[in-house]
């Protein structure tokens, strides 16, 4: 393999000279650049990375942090960061948290290793005393703001729960119940807040029996709505928070003969891939993910070469799809 | 930061002592090596990869090459993947080639300047020449096979599309149309080998007009289904070789009336997670893609660690899945 010596004897240069041409440190008559871009082409010479970005300080690499790639909304963000990343020239190392604390450490403690240029969380930081630390490494976080002084890409949840929410409302004149995740999460609390609105707004009176907490999961939605028709109450129309909920829910109506959407309506929350195929077609609240990925990686290689940015937030606005399941 | 200086003379040793301790290079005394291990606890040193690897000559960094990390198939897959690597301490860089060779070839370049140890393939590769000459950075492809030379993690297509036609024709008695990617890919090729097979077994005749190439998508699965219907044949079982073939033909089928399974069984292939939430559940030949992941992971792994292993082919065996669309 040709090494920089090789090429500056065969250039007739000094090894500087084509250390600064590779660097683009230094300027080089146009005539010598040249020579030497034609010797690097002859020989095939390749810059190899590591030893180069000890001097350049970048290894023109960033970390995604995510819970788990098979969750089918990280999945599209995942995708939209790493077709930004690559347009820069920048490469993209995957790592699954599933939510814990420790693995989270560890690998936040690899990444600083490996010099990293910057870091996209999807959802929350459970080790906020490393990052802290490490201010130089810009940072966006998806899903999730955690003070102004980091970057963020969101979506306007409590519009989001409100639109679900007057839409049903408006359609069926009737009860809505809501199915959610753990409200001690920002997104699930938020589109709790727009199911609140929703109601206020049209003088319906809160009423917390209609109020069910579940497991993010279509199990999670298929489950309770079991338990609840086994308990002798009835629905008249859903807003679920998150579409693997709502899926779940769906099928298991239709197991206890509850046609949908004749006899309940259902909306869902994100419009992952599935929610347009499925049998019948979920009427959802849009988020743009792929889109929430690519805004992403924007704003942190901004930052990664441009370090006297200031933060951004960028909040976007979620929208009504409608299907078959209303 | 701490130095290694800083350590040595902290622990009143020779900068190369704390370097043999650190790179496990040399015998140091225990005594030696536990006081250093304790100043480098102490001050907190981490000692940062990208110098390190330039003497260790390992970046404990695996490439994963795969079309598109949306597909659901190769998502878990590549959570597999992660899943070994993080375990051996190694982390993976993502590439989402979208079978694009141009795109392939600079992901393979980059990888290959960043001293990555090991690359893995999901799917086919188009520049061939790059990783033949790259002989000392291990390969594993899954499910794609490119010679004895280098390791592969495949499933027995053959088998897996036998199966799924014996199923069809000992449940039906009837004939079973094939709807296929395209049989320029082994593994569809492959698959319609089964169904061929399957068929002889039976002493059934092939009938060309049964079989049906698509794109392999929802999209391509529901608009086959239309021209069929729409040109006046009708169906009387269906194997689809991919299961977003088969969730696309059998929403096809019930906006025609057509009922399944009462009037036509559904058999699909890989079983991707929404396979058994779809309504109906689709019955499917089941393909371990998770484990095909850790699988390939771990002989890349074993690979890097011991350049002189052999290399070895894993055969997984494909499993009916039986649900309600037969």
Redo the contacts between chains.
Sequence with gaps: MATIRDIAKKANVAVSTVSYVLNNRKKVKPETKERIMQVIEELNY??????R??KTKK?L?IG?MLP???N?FF??T??GI??VA?KY?Y??????TDKDSK?EKE?L???????IDGIIFIGTCRNHHIIKNKQDTPIVFINSKVGDNICSVLVDDIKGGYTATKYLLERRKSEVTLLTGPLSRSSFFERMTGYLNALKSEGIEYNELLVHQCDVS?QGGYDIIRTIYDEGSGIKSIFAASDVIA??A??AL?EKGVRVPEDVSVVGYDDI??AG???PSLTTIHQPKYWMGEKAAELLIKRIEDRSLKSEHIVLEPKLIVREST
Excluded: W
């Excluded at 390749?46 to 030893?51: D, E, I, T």
């Excluded at 403690?109 to 010099?115: A, C, Q």
């Design positions: 390749q810059p190899r990375s590591v030893a970005s000890l290894t690499t995604i788990d790639i098979c089918l999945t599209e995942t995708r790493e077709d690559n020239g490469n993209v190392i995957l790592c699954n693995k690998y403690n690899t990444l600083y290793s490996k010099d279509f899926l779940g769906v099928r239709i891939s599935i195929m499925f049998i």
